[in-house]
């Protein structure tokens, strides 16, 4: 029974899409007759899986340093001797750039998942810690916007790379599942009414996802229509981190917007929050490598207003199962917010049905699935050469 080796920082975030899609294909593998480990500095998420099968040894991988480097290294070979994977599959740049040349060493083989863009790109020294992701014997790179990216940046890895599009459960994020009760729990938790119009935000709360964004289009909504009555929900964690959390409660004093923006956290259950929205925002003004939030809104039938670039322009199509903004400009996204919340129902639910059937055929979680256990197939089946 072969044995495969996901690596990643941490599994902490309850909504991560990096942290998601590892877990599905950890459970997947255990549901397909391979052994599933997971290797990461841990996590609430580590723990809930334990029970499905999934081993899981906790390594700080999280913490980068020239301490955290050499320590790492000094303990990944006993870790991999006691694991003894068949593959090992890293999906995050500082464990790749520690423990690809290891791997390799030990005729392991690996495969790597380009996620995002990564900075610097034109900066060689950052250019250089980002291709360790393209170090792998197979590249999985997420979406089309990813894979023309790579094979723009590093050429000569085109070989090697297999577009896999993220997947979408399509089943968990159905709104037929999510019960009336579910909906009131969370109604009552945020304390909401049922007569307001719900403009959901779900990302961490980071400067690049356009949260300013979103509030400048609060201001300027709440000025042209003043008797509109509507929220805005930020749905995500800070990460730690509070300093851009300070910003925009500034901003919302200033704006006097104290009654229009809730900062809600991480909340688990994402079908049910998504099933209280009016209109679902993804605002960031950088690319997204893939577009879950699109993706996952789009399954909800529910209308998604995206910045027009990277993997949501493959996701939505403007118009027809969604639309999309030019990024950065307030003043368009508020105006589609007010056209969109102005649509008769009936226009509303058959783009809505529209973005869903368009998701289940191309960004299912099943398809997603299947691709990546055949790359660990093909991969296991050409072993004996690793060893020559």
């Not at 300013?212 to 749905?235: C, G, H, S, T």
């Not at 256990?373 to 296991?380: A, K």
Request: overall charge positive; charged content about 25%; some cysteine.
């Amino acid at each position: 029974m072969a044995k495969i080796l996901q690596i990643i920082p941490s599994l902490d975030q309850i909504n991560g899409g990096v942290e998601r899609g590892t877990l599905d294909i950890a459970k997947e593998l255990i549901k397909s007759g391979f052994q599933s480990s997971l290797l990461s500095s841990g996590g609430e998420m580590a723990e809930k899986y334990k029970y499905r099968g999934v081993e899981h040894y906790e390594l700080n991988v999280k913490k980068k340093g020239v301490l955290s480097y050499f320590i790492l290294k000094s303990k990944i070979k006993d870790i991999l001797s006691e694991i003894k994977p068949d593959i090992v599959h890293i999906r995050s740049r500082w464990p790749a750039f520690c423990f690809n040349k290891i791997i390799k060493h030990m005729r392991i083989p690996l495969v790597t998942t380009y996620h995002g863009t990564y900075s610097g790109t034109n900066f060689f020294p950052k250019k250089k810690y980002n291709s360790v992701m393209t170090e792998g014997d197979k590249v999985i790179t997420i979406s089309k916007f990813i894979d023309d990216h790579v094979r723009f940046f590093f050429p000569s890895t085109k070989s090697k790379l297999v577009q896999i599009n993220r997947g979408i459960d399509t089943n968990y994020f159905n709104l037929n599942s999510v019960t009336e009760q579910r909906k009131e729990n969370l109604l009552s938790k945020l304390t909401l009414s049922e007569n307001v119009h719900v403009i959901l935000l779900p990302a961490r709360i980071t400067s690049w996802k356009g949260h300013l964004v979103a509030l400048e289009a609060a201001k300027i909504i709440k000025e042209r229509e003043p008797e509109l009555n509507f929220v805005i929900l930020f749905v995500g964690s800070e990460d730690g981190k509070n300093k851009f959390s300070k910003i925009l409660i500034k901003k919302i004093k200033k704006n006097d917007l104290q009654n229009k923006i809730i900062f809600c956290g991480n909340l688990n259950d994402m079908p049910a929050v998504y099933s209280i929205a009016d209109i679902v925002l993804s605002t960031s003004i950088e690319p997204e490598a893939f577009g879950r939030i699109s993706a996952e809104a789009s399954s909800m039938t529910k209308p998604i207003i995206s910045s027009n670039h990277g993997g949501s322009r493959e996701i939505i199509e403007n118009s027809m199962t969604g639309w999309l903004v030019e990024p950065s400009n307030p003043f368009k996204l508020a105006e589609k917010i007010l056209e969109v919340l102005h649509l008769p129902q009936q226009q509303k639910d058959a783009i809505g049905l529209s973005a869903r059937r368009r998701v289940k055929e191309k960004f299912s979680l099943n398809d997603m699935l299947k691709k990546t256990l055949t790359v660990y197939e093909d991969l296991l089946s050409t072993k004996k050469n690793f060893n020559n």
